[in-house]
């Protein structure tokens, strides 16, 4: 296997490189590709001074999403590297090499696996919910809801006895902050919609994988740290600006691969709003907390 590990970068070269010095010397790696995605800073000049004999620096000519930057370094990756697997890790994560080796084993001993992925530690997130079934479109809007993900956990989780007394589980969907592709399998099914910008495309390349005749598999025996929001903007603006990039995620998901029909697309646009609501009033409560704990 010629695994090469692709770290996408976007305005955050700091916490790139951190990871970059965190993994250099695993061996597991036959090389670390950086994939600059057209950010605005100077952030490709200052990974290019990582570059040497197993760390290479390329840059996007325009930053078309996650989904667009990582079919770019894992063409790249496949192409000029050699790559047969590449890892796909978001640059605030934090993994062993004893988990790499892990992640590939699985593809060595199942041929049918095209991604798989360990489970992801972060705060707020459920021991078994590292993974998750594709849903219909009812479900999916269920999911999407921070409060309505937690009520109906059990509509769209898999059951906790799904996961018992095992080391390894082929399940529809894991997260995309870490996880190993096979590139041959990864171009067979089309990898990432390009259409998506952000959000969904955790979904997308499960139900390509799927379609294509490819495993997806999470591997329960290791994990992850996932620093969620290192590099992302707290403020209440750029909440709900997130908030609407993942609305236009979720419809275009709803309508091109569910094929959602006008009934519930419009009842998805309701939902949207009912969300935003809900942002809107746990910004203002967490925002009475802070000021009352600084009186």
Request: hydrophobic fraction near 40%; include cysteine; proline fraction near 2%.
């Amino acid at each position: 296997m010629n695994i090469v590990c692709l770290i996408l970068n976007y305005n955050d070269a700091e916490t790139t490189a951190k990871l970059v010095r965190s993994i250099r010397g695993y061996r597991c790696f036959k090389h670390i590709l950086l994939a600059d995605n057209a950010s605005m800073d100077d952030s490709f000049e200052i990974l290019g001074r990582l570059a040497d004999e197993k760390v290479t620096v390329i840059r996007a000519k325009n930053n078309g999403g996650y989904g667009a930057g990582n079919n770019f370094g894992i063409r790249w990756a496949a192409e000029r590297l050699g790559a047969t697997h590449v890892l796909i890790a978001n640059p605030d994560v934090e993994f062993s090499e004893d988990c790499v080796n892990r992640l590939a084993q699985i593809f060595q001993c199942h041929p049918e696996v095209g991604a798989a992925a360990p489970r992801m530690e972060q705060e707020g997130l459920g021991k078994y919910e590292s993974a998750w079934p594709l849903h219909g479109v009812w479900r999916e809007l269920l999911y999407m809801g921070p409060v309505s993900r937690r009520l109906f956990r059990n509509q769209v989780y898999y059951p906790v006895s799904y996961f018992k007394d095992k080391k390894a589980v082929k399940v529809d969907v894991v997260h995309g902050s870490l996880l190993m592709v096979d590139t041959a399998a990864f171009a067979a099914c089309g990898g990432y919609d390009e259409n998506v910008f952000l959000y969904q495309e955790e979904m997308i390349l499960g139900r390509r994988m799927k379609k294509a005749g490819f495993a997806t598999v999470l591997l329960l025996t290791q994990s992850y740290q996932h620093h969620h929001s290192v590099s992302i903007s707290k403020s209440f603006a750029a909440e709900l600006d997130r908030q609407r990039l993942r609305e236009r995620s979720v419809y275009y998901y709803l309508k091109h691969y569910l094929s959602a029909k006008p009934g519930q697309l419009l009842a998805a646009r309701i939902w949207f709003w009912a969300i935003r609501m809900e942002v809107r009033v746990f910004r203002a409560l967490t925002s009475r907390r802070s000021q009352r704990r600084t009186a």
